[in-house]
């Protein structure tokens, strides 16, 4: 079992920063399905896949737009996944989720992909 606990959301104006953190307490139980990743929700919208990493912290995916404003990142040693969030437009304004426990043969970047969720942070942008 794993649990997931994301913090660090907030209302912000554009331009701003904000960065997320995500504790994980748990193992996957396979190093195989330890990629983590950052999905965020908006109102009215399906949950999009934002940022991915493999097991090793090697980043594979960024949403196009976030491209160049959003990075994700790792400490293995404090169980923590990160994402640094600059140039944040109005747009970027949804819950955050991160996830892990990919499931064999499935696509990292699909939300439907994993097993494990955290509850989710606001991130609210006003122009």
């Known amino acids: 079992q794993v649990l997931l606990t994301e913090y660090g959301g907030g209302s912000v104006q554009a331009g701003d920063s904000l960065r997320l953190s995500c504790e994980v307490y748990?193992?996957?139980?396979?190093?195989?399905?330890?990629?983590m990743a950052w999905f965020r929700q908006a109102p009215g919208k399906e949950r999009e896949g934002v940022a991915v990493?493999?097991?090793?912290?090697?980043?594979?995916f960024y949403a196009d737009s976030v491209q160049g404003r959003f990075t994700i990142s790792q400490n293995k040693a404090k169980n923590m996944l990160y994402l640094q969030m600059n140039g944040l437009k109005p747009e970027d304004t949804a819950m955050y989720y991160c996830?892990?426990?990919?499931?064999?043969?499935?696509?990292?970047?699909?939300?439907?992909?994993?097993?494990?969720w955290g509850q989710g942070t606001q991130v609210t942008v006003s122009s």
């Open positions: 996830a892990t426990g990919l499931r064999s043969g499935f696509d990292a970047v699909l939300p439907g992909s994993y097993d494990f």
């Open positions: 990493t493999r097991p090793n912290g090697e980043i594979i």
């Open positions: 748990g193992d996957t139980g396979s190093n195989s399905r330890n990629y």
